[in-house]
């Protein structure tokens, strides 16, 4: 038996990289069709057979997201523009939310920084992401994208943002092969069935880059409050220290979080983006 990651799907056949650099093209198993069927970013052990190899087994999952179905997602890139579309922290206070709560790393990439001068707000902003122990980095046309590149080293990770905030552009500049990867199989699979069904990894700078954005919608409907302020990263040292347990951080007194956000250690914006996804969360018809 061999161990690999899949890589890519098409239909029934799923292309396993082994931990040797060899893509194998195999099929899954009987046994293992009937429980739950493999998806792109599977830790799988394959057997070779005549004619054909076979997914034996898939590996505990460490996460998964559902659209598109990948699992073992390392970290997610909120691919932010600074103009056109505008920089809007809510939105990316928003996605940080959606990635923590998957469980996943996420990374702030502010791209078209040679769109702005060097007094803009938004230079601000990025400093206070990074004073908030995010990763953030810079990225345009003429920057230095080693920062970048060094963070998708033997990562996988998945691209999200805006329509037109440069997500291709700025693939296409780290890796010049990304381009003709993805014309290959948008031509392969034909264009609709690209968009919607198909999820491949990509090799980028010696790491794995999921083809399709994930945390496109902002539904927060499946949240519970507790578990949404748990996973953010900012909100972590104050847990556990508010009056009453089942603190949600709103209307309550003794709140840990709010003495935090009063005294400038959690920063206002945040909790506020927070505080209105929790109402939107309390407000929302349970549902059965
Ligand atoms: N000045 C400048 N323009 C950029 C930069 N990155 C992207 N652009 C431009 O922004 C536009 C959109 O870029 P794309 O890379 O297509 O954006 P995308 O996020 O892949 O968009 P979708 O495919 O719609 O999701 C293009 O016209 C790019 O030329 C940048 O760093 N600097
Ligand atoms: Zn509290």
Same mark, same amino acid.
């Given at each position: ?124 902003? #990025?400093?206070?992401?990074? =004073?908030? !122990?995010?990763?953030?980095? /810079?990225?345009?046309?003429? +920057?230095? @994208?080693? &920062? ?108 840990? #979080?709010?003495?935090?956000? =009063?005294? !400038?250690?959690?920063?206002? /914006?945040?909790?506020?983006? +927070?505080? @209105?996804? &929790? ?10």
């Amino acid at each position: 038996m061999e161990k690999g990651k899949i890589i890519k799907i098409i239909s029934n056949q799923y292309d396993v990289r082994l931990e040797s650099g060899e893509t194998l093209r195999c099929v899954a198993m009987g046994k293992l069709r009937k429980r739950s069927s493999p998806i792109v970013g599977d830790y799988v052990q394959v057997e070779r057979f005549e004619g054909s190899n076979g997914i034996q087994r898939i590996e505990e999952r460490r996460n998964e997201l559902r659209r598109p179905a990948i699992a073992n997602v390392d970290q997610a890139i909120i691919v932010m523009s600074t103009l056109i579309p505008d920089y809007s922290p809510l939105l990316i206070d928003r996605l940080i939310f959606q990635i923590c709560y998957a469980n996943i790393q996420p990374i702030l990439c502010v791209t078209k920084m040679d769109l702005i001068d060097a007094d803009s707000w938004i230079h601000r902003s #990025i400093s206070e992401y990074r =004073a908030s !122990g995010y990763t953030v980095v /810079e990225s345009g046309e003429g +920057y230095d @994208e080693s &920062a970048l590149t060094a963070l998708l080293k033997d990562k996988v990770s998945v691209l999200t943002g805006q329509s037109g905030a440069g997500k291709s552009s700025l693939l296409n500049r780290i890796e010049p092969s990304f381009h003709l990867h993805t014309q290959q199989t948008s031509k392969a699979l034909g264009r609709g069935r690209h968009t919607t069904r198909h999820c491949e990894l990509h090799p980028v700078a010696g790491g794995w880059v999921a083809d399709t954005p994930g945390f496109s919608s902002l539904d927060f409907s499946y949240m519970s409050i507790d578990a949404l302020a748990a996973c953010i990263p900012d909100f972590q040292p104050y847990l556990g220290e508010c009056r009453f347990k089942d603190c949600v951080h709103l209307k309550e007194p003794d709140c840990a #979080i709010k003495q935090a956000v =009063a005294q !400038g250690k959690i920063h206002a /914006e945040r909790y506020r983006h +927070y505080a @209105e996804v &929790a109402e939107q969360i309390a407000q929302a018809p349970v549902r059965y």
